[in-house]
């Protein structure tokens, strides 16, 4: 019972005990669709499974409880130990895909996006986002860049492939139509926040094993074993790292939020572990602006806040108890360490970083020549840089 205390998005002392009853339902009702998915997948034909998730979009247009509805299927997009996923259509533990018309088939979370803007168009509030101008102007100029695509030639595929980006940017209209109260936001925000510390042991636990939790089920892992020892930066695992930007930054909100009546230590933890997550994954990127973003709030929260210090404490403390006592995370992070401080070289002029770096003098370049010659319109939508094994989404050309 104490645990399900520390969880809970209001502390004991505030008037909102009704608001934590609440909330411990929707997590038990969270944890049995997610129970219910992972069953369904793994254990019934694919049929009563694609039945199964149609019955749960019927379920959410009806639903008062929508918060619940988009923490659940942010779950299913970030695929967290990798349950859900499969890069082939017919991978049986995959979420189910609806073929329309032979060749090209809807997404699972494609037709809930379909479903949540009907239900905001219907059922929502009208929200003007405080950054709606410029989310305007960037729609208009991605418009006229589809129908540039489009007279210039655009294959069947590279089509399929816009709209599905264009369907998931509806995001920005749903969700501030349906999560527009205060209550249902910190709800959504909880919800993902204990699924981030399971997604945090599973990852300890791919390290640990070599393999993704869900082979505990299934038997089968979407990855070869992953060996930490032979590597010389280790294991480059990252899991749910949009599910853990949106952690970390919610909670460091939360904190810094003194109307809001919540355990602060609970919401110091979940930022310690999105940080460790990140940097467990030895991406230099992710890590540099994680490091940037905890001292910018360090240094702000400091200055107003006594209880600076429970944050100081408890990253080190996690950090410390891993590193002591799993050898295989002690190796992982002396190795992330390892990779971290190649950036030192960077500075001191090596733009290869010691030969660890190709996005500034290999990659980088073949982008920005290619951007300086259509830089108004770009390479339309029908691009497809196929000769640049591309890691570097900062300057992908479309």
């Not at 107003?304 to 996690?318: E, G, Y």
Request: glycine share 4%; net charge positive.
């Amino acid at each position: 019972m104490q645990f399900f205390k520390v969880i809970l998005p209001f502390t004991k002392k505030s008037s909102y005990s009704y608001l934590n009853n609440v909330f411990l339902k929707d997590l038990l009702q969270l944890i049995s669709l997610l129970i219910l998915s992972i069953f369904f997948i793994h254990y019934t034909p694919k049929i009563v499974a694609r039945v199964f998730f149609l019955v749960l979009l019927f379920i959410f247009y009806r639903s008062r409880k929508d918060y619940l509805w988009f923490a659940f299927i942010f779950i299913i997009i970030e695929e967290p130990g990798g349950f859900f996923s499969g890069g082939k259509i017919d991978d049986p533990y995959r979420i189910p895909a609806y073929a329309i018309i032979p060749g090209s088939s809807f997404l699972y979370c494609e037709l809930f996006t379909f479903v949540a803007i009907i239900k905001a168009i219907n059922k929502g509030k009208r929200i003007k986002l405080f950054i709606h101008k410029p989310l305007n102007i960037l729609l208009i100029y991605l418009l006229i860049s589809y129908f540039f695509s489009i007279i210039i030639g655009m294959s069947l595929n590279t089509h399929i492939k816009t709209m599905r980006f264009l369907i998931g940017l509806s995001f920005l209209y749903s969700i501030p139509c349906l999560i527009y109260r205060k209550e249902d936001f910190i709800f959504m925000s909880y919800l993902l926040f204990f699924i981030m510390v399971l997604t945090f042991l599973g990852h300890i636990y791919h390290l640990i094993t070599g393999y993704e939790v869900r082979i505990i089920l299934t038997g089968t892992s979407l990855f070869e074993k992953t060996v930490i020892f032979e590597s010389e930066y280790g294991a480059r695992i990252a899991y749910s790292v949009f599910l853990n930007l949106f952690c970390i930054i919610s909670s460091l909100f939360f904190i810094s939020q003194k109307k809001i009546n919540n355990n602060k230590i609970y919401l110091y933890f979940i930022s310690s572990i999105c940080f460790l997550s990140i940097f467990l994954t030895a991406t230099r990127g992710w890590i540099v602006a994680y490091f940037i973003m905890l001292g910018i709030f360090s240094w702000k929260f400091i200055k107003t806040s006594k209880n600076w210090i429970k944050m100081i404490i408890i990253l080190p403390f996690i950090f410390i108890l891993l590193y002591t006592y799993i050898p295989s995370i002690h190796v992982q992070i002396k190795k992330s360490w390892n990779r971290f401080t190649t950036l030192e070289l960077l500075l001191k002029g090596d733009i290869t970083a010691g030969g660890t770096l190709q996005r500034l003098n290999v990659r980088g370049p073949i982008s920005i020549n290619k951007f300086k010659e259509k830089p108004i319109l770009g390479w339309d939508f029908q691009m497809n840089i196929t000769n640049i094994r591309i890691h570097m989404s900062e300057t992908k050309i479309y």
